[in-house]
């Protein structure tokens, strides 16, 4: 063996992409599974493509054995790093046989081969099947695999087919990033799906023993995603085989390993007395997500990981149309475009900001964020809104049949719906490389019976890019009469320039209902009147923009409370009240009417205009706001919480779920006048999860002293209700409290900082949860969040990576808390072997 060299963590960029010079065709594994010494053979059919040495990935194994076409390789034809294996003079097809020795059991970092309960489970991507062996771990590099796994467990499972027991082969080629493998003790939920192509589908869902009973949603919601692919998309399942694996300790919500998707437990295992209806809704988002990712990611692939959006926004986007169609699609859209505000909109305005397709990154893990996800599914959307649904699906049709098989780019994809469609979309590219949420300021004008609308785009500079080209940005308007009467259905404009006008011949002034849908994830500046937005708010035939209207209302109302110290004003609350009672009206609507922004938007809104946010005074605000909408509502809460009761079994269905988030966030406003009273009786009372958690958090903001004593006694032996009790607890205690109780409850038998859902359960409930609590003038907060990322950074990188992002709005604050955070960034900053995902993340925070 020559030399090796130190370890690198520098910059990747997408410009210095090139394909490898020797590639693997088909590999064949045989796993011999041990905790301290699971042994990996691996023989690569590797065959030559270009000039160059063949440099394989590897780490933290130890090599046994390597043999080149039989014979036992030299010690001069290769050389051995801490993270590679070079072969030198490699010739033109050969076959690499390596045998390595890993650790599982002490694999804490979740990535690749390791131990959750006594199971054996793998997590590769981004970039872990390199501590499984010795491989090319990049997409570009697609094989076909054997897989055998030798150990003394009931079940033991991998991709593709099973051809003995143990033994299975995977005939689509794939990358290394959608290997698996499991085996433990587990049990099956059976099920089957015939594909429209004929193909009978052997399904099953994987749990422990124990927990079979709380699987039939997640089939349930496997086979309709089965069926919609086949009928949106035309796409059919490939394998006779789908499993799905449900496992404790998990970095993210779940993997799409062909044919073996493994999941977090917590978005697989549901029952009326354990989860609630958001859980519900997230096992059925996210089954279909990794389904659908059978032909979005995993038939066709990335080319490198800077196309990751490629799959991810793709992906998204369809699951968010599966849920449209599962749900309502204005309930869906509403809810996704909060989120996508909540997480996107805030990374896009901070120092994390960066382009759906990124190009340089340091880790890649630090790149499955909410721009590559979520905003990557807005743009996908807008896509779709330009081309036309025909257009759209044509694009699609010819991407699955030109690029089946491949490892593509973004180029790639857009030049299906060029070619499908004949339009050019090299403006629209610059979605996918410009970062930034986009501003679109409008003015509206009248005179003469001519309507007129200014629009005017802005995309801020961000770190690393400034001096923006203008975007294109599909905006579908409809326009209403001051009564109300829709006088113009929804047209799209698409703005192209960075100003543009559009004009109509009109007897009156109307009422401007933009952004239909919001057809562009970008900030609207519009100084439209109170009247105007009453009317919407009344009577718009564009559901989401009814409820913007109402969203807008109620932030411009907060602002002026926390800037100015302006009352609620009547016309405000009777217009909330008019909807909160509308029987005809749909209830989970309703509940999203009445939810009042964030602590974090108005937070980001006031920074955004120029205001210095004062966390206590947002909550102060929101809280009196919250009494105030109750007492206007005083007399209505209990007949329409009665009206809002589903009667019969709990069934986790859009209606009943809303009906349950009306009545929730009812309970929520009447304790607010009675102190817990009517909380009291609804948590004794409550047959099902969600009730449960909503008269819960009603009890926790009361103070209740004996409620989360009460609900640990119930429910201490069920990981995932605990998960629930730790966050409750802690996003729920009064401002002042909130990092005391957390520290508490760090100290509490069942806290396991090793657990992802335990560990984000419990900072999260500070840093999302409780703004104000994580904000405390003390500096308390953000000293404690410092300490646990440093305390699990060693064993976990990826979760402290991701947590770490809780500091990424901190110079929208004043100086005192600029200080305390920035300290605190620092000192992680200057820790000594600090992980690569860690330090890349609090260096570009303190970049600015
Ligand atoms: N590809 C997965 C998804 O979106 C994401 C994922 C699961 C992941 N586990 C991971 C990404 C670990 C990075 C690291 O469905
Ligand atoms: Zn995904």
New binding site residues.
Partial sequence: MRDATPEQTETIYLKDYAPVPVTVTHVSLNLRLDPLATRVRAKLTCERRGAGEMVLDGEMMTLKSIALDGSPLPDDRYTLTGTTLTLHDAPDAFILETEVEIAPQKNKA??GLYMSNGMYCT?C??E?FRRITYMLDRPDVMATYDVEIEADLPVLLSNGDEVARGKWHDPWPKPT?LFAMVAGDLVATPGTFTTMEGREVALNVWVRPGDESRTAYAMDSLKRSMAWDEEVYGRAYDLSVFNIVAVDD???????NKGLN?FNSKYVLASPETATDADFANIER?VA??YF?NWT?NRITCRDWFQLCL??GL??FRDQQFSQDARGFATQRIGDVLNLRARQFREDAGPLAHPVRPESFVE??NF?TATI?EKGAEVIGMLRTLVGAEGYAKGCALYFERHDGQACTIEDWLACFEDATGQDLAQFKLWYAQAGTPRVEVTEHFADGIYRIDLRQIVPDTPGQSDKAPMVIPLALGLLDTAGREVRGTEVHALTKASDSLTFDLPEKPVLSILRGFSAPVILEMAQTDADKLTLLAHDTDPFNRWEAGRALAKDRLMRAITEDAGFDDAWLGALATLATDAGADPAFRALALALPSQDDLAQSLHTAGVVPDPDRIYAIRRAATLVIAETLRDDLTPLREAMATPGAYDPNATDAGKRSLGGRLLGLQTYLDGGAAAGLAYDMADNMTDRMAAFSCLLDVGDETVAHRFETDWQHDRLVMDKWFMAQVAHAAPRDAVGLADRLTRHKDFDPSNPNRFRALIAGLTAGNPAGFHDPSGVGYTFLANWLLFLDPSNP?MTARMSTAFDGWTRYDADRQALMRAELERIAGTESLSRDLSEMVNRMLAP
């Fill in positions: 979740l990535s997590q991507e981004a872990g990033y998990f970095n993210m919500g779940a993997m799409e493994i996210i997500h990794e990712h990611g799959k991810e992906t998204v890649i893990n499955y996800y990826q």
